[in-house]
Nanobody, 116 residues
């Protein structure tokens, strides 16, 4: 069973930065798509950023120019660097992986709170 362990969330003031990490229990080369999603209180889970095998990086419009998704193949870790944070970025952030376009894996989530 694939395990995803997220870390890096916390409380930050508006304009600040955080870097989320998603450590994966097997080689990330096994996965076709790696992404971050978020869910704010009372709202549906929404897409944030994606990195896929052989494909471009993609971002939600709300985070373009502020967030950067990346991967470290040696550490089997996916990152989300978040800069210029806004109160509306407050949410639980989830790491997501897809294998063979069939299997979906989710992390447990990490809370990000941005104060105004």
């Amino acid at each position: 069973q694939v395990q995803l362990v997220e870390s890096g969330g916390g409380l930050v003031q508006a304009g600040g930065s955080l870097r989320l990490s998603c450590a994966v229990s097997e080689s990330i080369f096994n996965f076709d798509r790696m992404a971050w999603y978020r869910q704010a209180p009372g709202k549906q889970r929404e897409f944030v950023a994606q990195i896929s095998t052989g494909g471009p990086l993609t971002y939600a419009d709300a985070v373009k120019g502020r967030f950067t998704i990346s991967r470290d193949n040696d550490k089997d870790t996916v990152y989300l660097q978040m800069n210029s944070l806004k109160p509306e970025d407050t949410a639980v952030y989830y790491c997501y992986l897809n294998k063979w376009h069939v299997y979906d894996y989710w992390g447990q989530g990490t809370q990000v709170t941005v104060s105004s």
